[in-house]
């Protein structure tokens, strides 16, 4: 009884890896978050460090 449930979970577990590969929620969001010159990850609304002179 607990290999079936055992079973049962890891199957449901690869279903969902599989479904969550296939489309990540919040995907566009990341990429929009992005600085368009240097590629890296804006945090914040104000202009990347780039933009600002900063290395």
């Known amino acids: 009884m607990i290999v079936k449930s055992v079973f049962l979970f890891l199957a449901f577990m690869v ?3 599989i479904f969550g590969k296939w ?3 919040g ?3 990341l ?3 992005k600085c368009p010159k ?3 990850f804006r945090i914040g609304k104000g202009p990347c460090a780039c933009e600002k ?3």
């Open 38 to 40: 240097c590629q890296r």
């Open 15 to 17: 279903v969902l890896g």
């Open 53 to 55: 002179g900063k290395p």
């Open 23 to 25: 489309r990540f929620p």
């Open 31 to 33: 990429a929009a978050a």
């Open 27 to 29: 995907q566009k969001t």
